[in-house]
């Protein structure tokens, strides 16, 4: 599986912005995906993942109400929707995809062996 983000930008506190992950492979649909972002100076943080097939979702409690994860399989992409944006979310985001993964170590980045190259998201105040 290949990946590739895409949607990053610069925008006002308060805006909103959608990143959107392509991805090669016939069975993409069922991976579990999930987004991370590394901000300045801070180390790589899980945001949110969606698990193949079921659709169950998980987010950081960070972004709850926030960002919102959806993919389309058709398509193969998935999409992370980020309204209300804060300054604290300027960050290089991240895509992942892994084809197993327990729920308990859905958050956590080495349990996912695909990634795509990063998108940078700015948040001006």
């Known amino acids: 599986v290949q990946l590739q983000a895409s949607g990053g930008g610069l925008v006002q506190a308060g805006g909103s912005l959608r990143l959107s992950c392509a991805a090669s492979?016939?069975?993409?649909?069922?991976?579990?995906v999930a987004w991370f972002r590394q901000g300045p100076g801070k180390e790589r943080e899980f945001v949110a993942a969606?698990?193949?097939?079921?659709?169950?979702?998980y987010y950081a409690d960070s972004v709850k109400g926030r960002f919102t994860i959806s993919r389309d399989n058709p398509r193969n992409t998935v999409a992370l929707q980020m309204n209300s944006l804060k300054p604290e979310d300027t960050a290089v985001y991240y895509c992942?995809?892994?084809?197993?993964?327990?729920?308990?170590?859905?958050?956590?980045?080495?349990?996912?062996?695909?990634w795509g190259q990063g998108t940078l998201v700015t948040v001006s105040s």
């Open positions: 492979g016939r069975t993409f649909s069922r991976y579990t």
């Open positions: 992942a995809a892994s084809q197993t993964i327990i729920l308990s170590a859905i958050a956590t980045a080495s349990q996912y062996g695909y």
């Open positions: 969606l698990r193949g097939n079921g659709g169950y979702t």
